[in-house]
């Protein structure tokens, strides 16, 4: 049961920035969540995604915060208090955003710290002084390091989307963080699946944790519909295309398993006049921002993307996300999925199920407990042949010139060599130039010089003759040892010899 937030606590600067960013009822991890904080206890939350565990933790986790704001410019007075790690940088930007917006009316400094850019205007930020510190833990331990940031008087770590920490290896990486922390802090691990993994890592650095689960464990959101249509890898794109304009959809996601399907896929889209930017690992990290960007604003209309962006991006009124590639792993089909359908708007999730498909759409079914029905979608297949013509018509046209003229030799029984004239370079010029009428009859075509041949270079090789004179040994030196030795040059002496 949600509440309003006019019923929390809240110091008046925080509940100020949470009325201008329109927040009126709580979702219910937060109605849970936030008085347990509030409190100083560990939490174990587990909730869907994109029901608002970054407000669960952050408002909270300021409102304690509130106790050490001073107004100083000494960095000495503005020392790490709370430490927030989450696992990829589009996430952490955007926990960072969220953090400032609800901080902006009091004196807490916030920063974020990622991987992808130059370490130098991060580390000029930290020397500052920041109270809140969102990281992603390469980046962090970098700074760690290089002794950029001291984390001697944090009071309260949070692990966001631990589960994602923990797929990508990140564990060791978490355990040389927390080494570096005080043992009396509180931390705050949310998740939106709840594993084994995840169960023993909070019983290593949780103390005795209150577990919050306001939904069932890997359960997707009920106002997303899901539709999965088997389509063969062939006709994917076109039912794709088929499926966004039949459908209306201004805006989707696009998840791919890989980064070169990934990039291939967005100049797909973009060829067939889709506003389309790609998001993958391989991508900058400015790009990754202004591509995000773009698509925040409506500037873009199809995200084409890998799991980079499956955890987490909160983008409000995304109507639909597509899986052109079924996840291996079943727990991320929930990530994906929930782009879409966030802070109970509706939401409609599309996937295309091939023939080797099956194995991962039965880890799907068993994870959600549940029957997925396959369904049919016509695909029009004259787009799919003019797609996959070459654009250049010169290029084509000399390419069917080729293929006409090895089908002639072969069909006369003859063998016609296309390798050049040993003799020389005057058969060349014998040659019937089909290729060169045919582009002489294009605008602007301007023809190549022909090149005389010159005949010195048609006779065959003659060897030089010598006279007897040069072709006769020279005599040896009787003065010289070897003829490998050279005689020694005669130098001015500084001082004459007596003797």
């Known amino acids: 049961m949600t509440t309003s937030f006019s019923n929390l ?8 920035a949470v009325a201008e960013m329109g ?65 990829t940088r589009e996430l952490a930007d955007q926990v960072a955003q969220q953090i400032k917006q609800y901080a902006v009316h009091t004196n807490l400094r916030s920063m974020v710290v990622f991987g992808g850019m130059d370490m130098k205007p991060q580390t000029l930020e930290l020397k500052k002084g920041v109270e809140v510190l969102v990281a992603t833990p390469g980046r962090l331990l970098d700074h760690i390091e290089a002794k950029n940031v001291v984390l001697n008087q944090v009071e309260y770590v949070v ?30 691990l949310f998740s939106a699946t709840f594993s084994t993994e995840i169960k023993r890592l909070a019983g290593s650095y949780l103390q005795n944790p209150v577990t919050i689960e306001v939904a069932r464990p890997n359960e997707t959101a009920a106002t997303i519909t899901q539709q999965f249509y088997s389509v063969s890898v062939d006709d994917k794109y076109n039912a794709l ?40 690992g391989d991508k900058s990290q400015d790009e990754r921002l202004k591509a995000l960007e773009g698509f925040k604003k409506g500037e873009v209309d199809l995200l084409v993307c890998t799991d980079v962006a499956a955890r987490g991006l909160d983008i409000k009124d995304v109507p639909a996300v597509f899986n052109f590639d079924i996840p291996f792993n079943a727990e991320d089909y929930v990530h994906r999925i929930g782009r879409t359908g966030r802070a109970g708007a509706l939401g409609h999730a599309i ?18 407990k549940t029957k ?12 799919s042949r003019e797609r996959r013509e070459p654009r250049n018509d010169s290029r ?52 190549a010089p022909r090149i005389k041949n010159d005949p010195f270079f048609d006779k065959p090789y ?18 010289r040892k070897s003829a490998n030795i050279k005689p020694k040059r005669v130098m001015a002496a500084l001082f004459k010899s007596t003797t």
């Open 241 to 280: 295309r088929h499926l966004i304009k039949a459908n209306g959809m201004k805006q989707a996601f696009v998840f791919c398993n890989s980064k070169l399907g990934c990039a291939r896929l967005a100049r797909s889209l973009e060829r067939d006049g889709f506003r389309t930017s790609a998001l993958h």
């Open 23 to 87: 927040y009126e009822s709580m979702t219910p991890i937060q109605a849970q969540a936030i008085p347990v904080v509030l409190t100083g206890q560990d939490v174990m939350g587990a909730a869907q995604t994109g029901t608002g565990k970054t407000a669960a933790f952050s408002l909270p986790l300021l409102q304690r915060l509130l106790k050490h704001e001073n107004s100083s410019t000494s960095p000495a007075r503005h020392p790490v208090r709370a430490l927030v790690l989450l696992p």
């Open 396 to 447: 084509n046209d000399s390419r069917e010139q080729r293929g006409d003229m090895r089908s002639e030799s072969s069909a006369g029984g003859e063998r016609r060599e296309f390798s050049r004239p040993r003799e020389g370079y005057a058969s060349r010029d014998a040659r019937p130039r089909e290729q060169d009428s045919r582009r002489s009859r294009e605008v602007g075509y301007v023809p």
């Open 351 to 368: 996937s295309f199920v091939s023939g080797s498909d099956q194995r991962l759409v039965g880890d799907i079914e068993k994870l959600l």
């Open 159 to 188: 692990l966001d989307e631990a589960d994602r920490m923990l797929d990508i290896g990140f564990l060791p990486d978490l355990q040389r963080i927390l080494s570096h922390l005080p043992k009396q802090r509180t931390t705050l």
């Open 372 to 383: 997925i029905t396959l369904e049919t979608v016509s695909v029009e297949q004259d787009r």
């Open 9 to 16: 606590q809240l110091a008046p600067a925080l509940a100020r």
């Open 462 to 479: 003659e060897a030089p003759v010598r006279s007897a004179e040069a072709a006769a040994p020279a005599a040896p030196d009787p003065l």
